[in-house]
Every structure is written in structure tokens, then in C-alpha cells.
């Protein structure tokens, strides 16, 4: 989620309300579900909706604008404590995290954006690998754009390498944490 160097279309924004994505954790019995939500006010001068994992807490997830220059942004997140889920709170990136767009050419030079989360200093670059067919649980897809995107904050690596693999109409279909080595795959 990250700059894009092309201009991108993007015709079904918002996304219907309560259109979901059910993923696995491969080698575990583990499942969560995404589901878009209305959100009826703006963020960050957006209009915007919700991605919300379903097993958080009602109301917690990420907000999802569009933007003429970058098709869909990230506008914010929000965060809970684990030892007080009522206690919640709104971090914004500045500006929106922004992607490289489906059809940014392979190998070319990667998408970077730089700003700020929660205040902080980010940096986050993201390199299309190649265009590749990926089968997971739901299906076999074509043609979906590989990536590798590693967050850094003002002392270094925050998170990844992440490789997304990331189809043009359904979004991401399989991911793994490089570090980790934990997979999710669309179910």
C-alpha cells in the first residue's frame, strides 16, 4: 500500500457494504474474515470506508479512501488496547499510504511513499516481482501482481519483507511475511 507511478481507474468505490474476504493461515486451523463497512462521516478529509477484520473489536479497522492521483489510499488505522478494548484510538497516515498500481511493470523501479504514521516518521517501499499464477483454497488466479513491501520507521526494518500476491478485481489473494514465514491464503 504504497506510491504508485501510474494513474489508476478504479470504478466500484466505495466496495459494497458487507462484501467480505475469508483467509487461513496456512498450517493452522486459524480463519479471520475482512468485511467493508459505511462509514458515514469523512477521515482525514476522505470520504472513506472501513476494512474491519471481524474478529477485532466492533468499529476498529482501516480506512480506505480514493484518491484522484492514487486510485485507493490508506487514510487510517485504528488501534486498541488489549488490556482495555474501549480504549481506541485513530492513527493517520499523512499523507495517505498509497499502492503501486495493478499493471506497474515488473522489475521496474519500485514505489516508494514516505510521511508519517501516528506522527512518526514511515517509509515504505514496495517492488513488483513479476506477474505469476497463484491457487489457493478459493481458486486459481492469473495473471496477479507479486510483491514485496518492507516498512521502515526512523531506526530501520518495521515490518516485512511482505510478498502479496494480488489479483485486479479481487485484491490480495495470497500473502506471506518473509521473516516469519507465515502464509495466508484466500479461502
Known amino acids: 500500500l504504497l506510491l504508485e507511478k501510474k494513474k489508476q481507474k478504479h470504478t466500484n468505490f466505495p466496495p459494497p457494504p458487507g462484501e467480505s474476504w475469508t483467509?487461513?493461515?496456512?498450517?493452522?486451523?486459524?480463519?479471520?474474515?475482512?468485511?467493508t463497512?459505511?462509514?458515514?462521516?469523512?477521515?482525514?478529509?476522505?470520504v472513506v470506508y472501513r476494512l474491519r477484520e471481524i474478529n477485532n473489536p466492533p468499529g476498529l479497522g482501516e480506512y480506505i479512501g480514493?484518491?484522484?492521483?492514487?486510485?485507493?489510499v490508506q487514510v487510517?488505522?485504528?488501534?486498541?488496547?488489549?488490556?482495555?478494548?474501549?480504549?481506541t484510538e485513530?492513527?493517520?497516515?499523512?499523507?495517505?499510504?498509497?499502492?503501486?498500481?495493478?499493471?506497474?511493470?515488473?522489475?521496474?523501479?519500485y514505489?516508494?511513499?514516505?510521511?508519517?504514521f501516528n506522527g512518526k516518521f514511515?517509509?515504505?517501499?514496495?517492488?513488483v516481482i513479476e506477474y505469476d499464477t497463484v491457487s489457493v483454497p478459493f481458486g486459481t488466479f492469473e495473471n496477479t501482481m507479486k510483491t514485496s513491501s518492507?516498512?521502515?520507521?526512523?531506526?530501520?526494518?518495521?515490518?516485512?519483507?511482505?510478498?502479496f500476491w494480488v489479483d485486479k478485481n479481487i485484491g490480495i489473494v495470497k500473502g506471506q511475511d518473509v521473516v516469519s514465514g507465515s502464509t495466508i491464503e484466500l479461502i
Open 66 to 72: 480514493f484518491d484522484p492521483d492514487h486510485g485507493e
Open 150 to 163: 518492507t516498512e521502515y520507521d526512523s531506526t530501520g526494518i518495521v515490518d516485512g519483507p511482505l510478498i
Open 90 to 109: 485513530r492513527h493517520f497516515w499523512e499523507p495517505p499510504l498509497f499502492s503501486c498500481s495493478y499493471g506497474t511493470p515488473a522489475d521496474s523501479s
Open 122 to 127: 514511515s517509509r515504505v517501499v514496495t517492488k
Open 111 to 116: 514505489c516508494e511513499w514516505i510521511g508519517t
Open 37 to 46: 463497512e459505511e462509514v458515514n462521516e469523512k477521515v482525514g478529509g476522505y
Open 23 to 35: 483467509y487461513r493461515i496456512v498450517g493452522t486451523t486459524f480463519t479471520f474474515t475482512n468485511i
Open 76 to 87: 487510517a488505522t485504528d488501534s486498541w488496547d488489549a488490556n482495555n478494548p474501549s480504549n
